[in-house]
């Protein structure tokens, strides 16, 4: 089964830039969005970024001005490249894929972890 696996996490100091990627685990088609998702411990899962498949881009309010996305449409890859990083940053990363603009996120896979510490 098809799953979008996040890469590219790590440490960083606060006010530093990392920059993660994402990629299908086997060749998929139709992709409308893509999507990154983190978790913190304690938090909910939050949709921080999306594009669409014309490169409309959404962020959340805690990352917008500091994160962008970014996708290839062709090999269905995307990237998030993080800058200005926080404490409040550190989370499990995910990303994700949906078909259309009314079906949901549904080809999870593993997360990378990106910690934001002194």
């Known amino acids: 089964q098809v799953q979008f696996v996040a890469s590219g996490g790590g440490l960083v100091q606060p006010g530093g830039s990392l920059r993660l990627s994402c990629a299908a685990s086997?060749?998929?088609?139709?992709?409308?969005?893509m999507g990154w998702y983190r978790q913190a411990p304690g938090k909910q899962r939050e949709l921080v970024a999306s594009?669409?498949?014309?490169?409309?881009?959404n962020y959340s309010d805690s990352v917008k001005g500091r994160f962008t996305i970014s996708r290839d449409n062709a090999k269905n890859t995307m990237s998030l490249q993080m800058n200005a990083l926080k404490p409040e940053d550190t989370a499990v990363y995910y990303c994700?894929?949906?078909?259309?603009?009314?079906?949901?996120?549904?080809?999870w896979g593993q997360g990378t972890r990106v910690t934001v510490s002194s």
């Open positions: 086997a060749r998929v088609f139709s992709v409308y969005g």
């Open positions: 594009i669409t498949d014309d490169g409309s881009t």
């Open positions: 994700n894929a949906r078909r259309g603009p009314s079906i949901a996120y549904d080809y």
